[in-house]
């Protein structure tokens, strides 16, 4: 079965810190991967997409980078945090993009202060 | 309905009610995605209709899709208090197989 982590589950960081979010899929081989951001109350906005290790695309720029070091790990950082930057960070898979379901993981929740 | 920018939206019922919640797009869309979003979890597929599909069934949820009027609905009959959550609907219709743009979400609760 496939499991999909993420962590931290929450962080408190202060404004102008680095930040480091992590994803990890589990049994699956090359899966699409992709990090949303939800405001409080909000919607979910698409950040970053990833079809292959080492790639990734940008969607919406917020002053944060992604990286996919691993065909199962994706990673969400920045080296100077935003008041902006808070709220929730979702990471999920799917097979075959837009067209097939996407499984989510269970968020970070990111408070900056 | 929901779609665009606009803050969440909220409905209440009572328990045993039907309950129907729209979605618009404003482009071309292969498929529209139906999401249930729990309190302080990630957003859980519900139902994945095609453009193909006018009509998709799961259980007492019901998703109808009409390309024509760039439209999408949740139904879910006799709602129960557990149907409480946040519904998104989504679509790929901003472009691109890997973007899939998210609608503003509709808040439900459902009161015993």
């Known amino acids: 079965a496939q499991t999909i982590h993420q962590w931290p589950v929450a962080e408190i960081k202060a404004v102008g810190s680095p930040l480091s979010l992590g994803c990890t899929i589990k049994g699956k081989s090359s899966p699409n991967l992709y990090w949303y951001w939800q405001a409080t109350g909000g919607t979910l906005q698409q950040l970053f997409y990833s079809i292959t290790v080492g790639q990734v695309e940008s969607v919406v720029q917020l002053n944060l980078s992604a990286s996919r070091p691993k065909d199962d790990q994706f990673i969400l950082s920045t080296e100077k945090l935003l008041l902006s930057h808070s709220g929730f960070y979702l990471c999920?898979?799917?097979?075959?993009?837009?067209?097939?379901?996407?499984?989510f993981g269970s968020g970070t929740r990111l408070l900056v202060i | 309905s929901q779609w665009g920018e606009e803050n969440l939206q909220a409905l209440s019922i009572q328990e045993g009610e039907d309950v129907t919640m729209n979605c618009s797009y404003k482009?071309?869309?292969?498929?529209v995605h139906w999401y249930r979003q729990d309190s302080g979890r990630g957003p859980a597929l519900i139902i994945l209709i095609r453009s193909n599909e006018r009509e998709k069934r799961s259980g007492r949820l019901r998703a109808t899709l009409d390309t024509s009027s760039q439209s999408s609905s949740l139904s879910i009959t006799a709602a129960q208090c557990e149907d409480t959550a946040v519904y998104f609907c989504a679509t790929d219709a901003s472009g691109g197989n890997n973007k899939l743009t998210f609608g503003q979400g509709t808040v439900l609760s459902v009161i015993p």
């Open positions: 482009t071309y869309t292969t498929v």
């Open positions: 999920a898979w799917s097979l075959y993009g837009a067209g097939s379901d996407y499984t």
